[in-house]
C-alpha cells in the first residue's frame, strides 16, 4: 500500500463548479498535513497546511480526519486558473524536521 | 515563505559526466532538501541537508552518488555523478520555515533543475 494515495483523476469541471479531491495515508504517526499545487513544468507550491480543526482560505477548504487516516479539499467557484495538479503531503514526524510523503498528485481541469 | 533559486534552470549532459545544482535561499534556513521528481510521477525525498553535519539519504540514495554540500544556512549544493540517462529528472531543492503562531514547519521548493542525460 502506497504511504499517501490520491485518485490521479483527471478531474474535469466546468467554471463555477465545486470539486473535492481525497487522500488516504497509511501513517498513523503522521501529524502534519498539506496541499500543494503543481502547475505543469513547475516547482510544487504550499496551498495550505491542514489542521485538525480543518481549515478555510477564500475558495479553499481543507478536511482532516485523523480516525479514517483521510484528508479531503474542496475547491469552490473553480477558476480557469485552478488547473493544475494537486499534491496531498503527509509527514510522520511532530517535531524538528519534516520528511514529507507526496501522492502522485491529483489534475483538475477546470474549462469554461 | 521563503525566495529559493536554483541554477542551472536546465541542462542537457552526456552519461559519464557529473553535474552540481546550486541551491540558494534569501533567508537563513537550517534545514535543507533535495528532491527528485522523474517524468510523470511524484516527488521523492534524496536527502536532508543540515547545516554543519553530513546529508542524511533516504534509502536508494547515496552519498558517493549525490554528494551533497552545505557550507552555511543560505546555500547548498547537489551533485548528481557519473549520470546515466536513468538520472533525467527534475531535481528540486526545498527549504524548511517555522510558522510563527501554528508551531508547525513548511516547506517551499525551488523552481527545480531540469536534467537531460543523453
Known amino acids: 500500500r502506497k504511504e499517501v494515495e490520491q485518485d490521479p483523476g483527471p478531474f474535469n469541471v466546468p467554471e463555477g463548479a465545486t470539486v473535492a479531491f481525497n487522500c488516504t495515508y497509511s501513517?498513523?504517526?503522521?501529524?502534519?498535513f498539506f496541499w500543494y499545487r503543481q502547475d505543469c513544468r513547475k516547482e510544487p507550491k504550499l496551498l495550505m497546511s491542514?489542521?485538525?480543526s480543518g481549515n478555510e482560505d477564500g475558495r479553499f477548504t481543507a478536511q482532516l480526519n485523523r480516525a479514517s487516516q483521510y484528508i479531503s479539499l474542496l475547491i469552490r467557484d473553480s477558476k480557469l486558473s485552478d488547473s493544475a495538479t494537486y499534491l496531498c503531503?503527509?509527514?510522520?514526524?511532530?517535531?524538528?524536521?519534516?520528511?514529507?510523503?507526496f501522492g502522485t498528485g491529483t489534475r483538475l481541469l477546470v474549462s469554461p | 515563505s521563503a525566495v529559493i533559486s536554483q541554477k542551472p534552470s536546465r541542462d542537457i549532459c552526456q552519461r559519464g559526466t557529473s553535474l552540481t545544482i546550486q541551491c540558494q535561499v534569501d533567508?537563513?534556513?537550517?534545514?535543507m532538501f533535495w528532491y527528485r521528481q522523474q517524468p510523470g510521477q511524484s516527488l521523492t525525498l534524496i536527502a536532508t541537508?543540515?547545516?554543519?553535519?553530513?546529508?542524511?539519504?533516504e534509502s536508494g540514495f547515496v552519498i558517493d552518488k549525490f554528494p551533497i554540500s552545505r557550507p552555511n544556512l543560505t546555500f547548498s549544493t547537489l551533485t548528481v555523478s557519473n549520470m546515466s540517462p536513468e538520472d533525467s529528472s527534475i531535481y528540486l531543492c526545498?527549504?524548511?520555515?517555522?510558522?510563527?503562531?501554528?508551531?508547525?514547519?513548511?516547506?517551499?521548493f525551488g523552481p527545480g533543475t531540469r536534467l537531460t542525460v543523453t
Open positions: 526545498s527549504v524548511e520555515v517555522v510558522r510563527i503562531g501554528k508551531s508547525s514547519y513548511e516547506q517551499y
Open positions: 501513517n498513523s504517526a503522521s501529524q502534519s
Open positions: 491542514v489542521y485538525s
Open positions: 503531503v503527509v509527514n510522520g514526524m511532530n517535531t524538528g524536521f519534516q520528511k514529507l510523503v
Open positions: 533567508s537563513q534556513v537550517t534545514m
Open positions: 541537508a543540515n547545516q554543519g553535519s553530513e546529508a542524511t539519504y
